[in-house]
């Protein structure tokens, strides 16, 4: 498997419902308290990334299914003989055990589960797409159990060559509702109407669906994208073009400018 490095970045290979006068904004994620207990064992968990430490130490950012992504010290993992060198790579199912209640704890166990084909190709660089994502749009210590099985979904979607493209929308959307940033889009924001499926509409990151204005620089989509989306079916090729524009429009909005390597990769390479 690759190695991780300090920034992410990848080796490119050879009805209506009642009216409402207001639209509320949507919340922001609500940051959990940290669950930061002292001793934790067997949690299935993925490397999202590493990064040395010291000499012959490691940093490691975990996704687990109940504590969500920790920073763990993953101590002499560098030395040749350590059990731990050829165990924390990414897109491996682990079970992890750390101790500690400071943000970074100490990894003191991580078992290969297997049971899961290695990313290849197109599939790496998706791969490294969703961990990315996830460093940079999931709070440590806020756990997402849902996010977490729909993550191992989406590996296995891709080792088994299912369309990246719309593996990745589907991935993509499901990390927008798991944070509270991502509207219902089958209704309209101003009036909580029904989206008309020959409509023409904008997304407001904040808000919602509404009809499109002629002088709106927001990306426009059509109505029966938003529908299809809603009901995560990407069959028609303009909703799956439309949909990797609103999406990555929405995405910008939350990294707050922050830039994405593996998606310009991504862009570059496969259009994805």
């Keep these: 498997m690759p ?17 409402a006068t207001v ?14 207990v002292e ?23 975990m996704f687990t299914r109940d504590f969500g992504r920790v920073g763990l010290v993953a101590k002499g993992a560098k030395r040749p003989l ?15 055990a750390w101790s500690g209640k400071s943000e970074l704890r100490t990894l003191i166990d991580a078992d290969w589960v297997g049971g899961m084909l290695p990313l290849e190709k197109t599939a790496l660089l998706c791969g490294f797409y969703l961990n990315e994502l996830l460093v940079k749009l999931i709070a ?3 756990p997402h159990p849902a996010l977490f099985d729909h993550y191992v979904s989406t590996l296995n979607q891709l080792a088994h060559d299912e369309p990246a493209p719309v593996v990745l929308r589907k991935f ?12 219902d889009l089958s209704r309209c924001t101003a009036t909580r109407a029904r989206v008309d499926a020959d409509g023409d509409y904008v997304v407001d990151p904040e808000r919602g669906a509404r009809p499109a204005r002629a002088s709106d620089s927001w990306p426009v989509v ?8 809603e009901r995560e079916d990407y069959s028609d090729p303009a909703t799956q073009a439309q949909s990797k524009l609103l999406l ?7 990294l707050g400018g922050a830039s994405l390597n593996t998606r310009q990769i991504l862009i570059d390479l496969m259009q994805l």
Excluded: C, W
């Design 3 to 19: 190695t991780n490095d300090a920034d992410l970045t990848v080796a490119v290979p050879s009805g209506a419902a009642p009216a």
């Design 23 to 36: 639209a509320a904004p949507l919340a922001p994620a609500r940051r959990r308290a940290p669950q930061r």
């Design 39 to 61: 001793k934790v064992s067997g949690q299935p968990a993925f490397v999202l990334h590493s990064y040395p430490y010291k000499e012959t130490s490691l940093i490691v950012d």
């Design 82 to 96: 350590s059990k731990l060198r050829g165990v924390l790579q990414t897109f491996q199912p682990l079970q992890a």
């Design 140 to 142: 440590r210590d806020d």
């Design 172 to 183: 993509e959307r499901a990390l927008l509702k798991e944070t509270g940033v991502a509207a």
């Design 222 to 229: 059509s109505g029966k994208t938003l529908l299809d989306m």
């Design 248 to 254: 990555r429009f929405l995405l910008a909005h939350q």
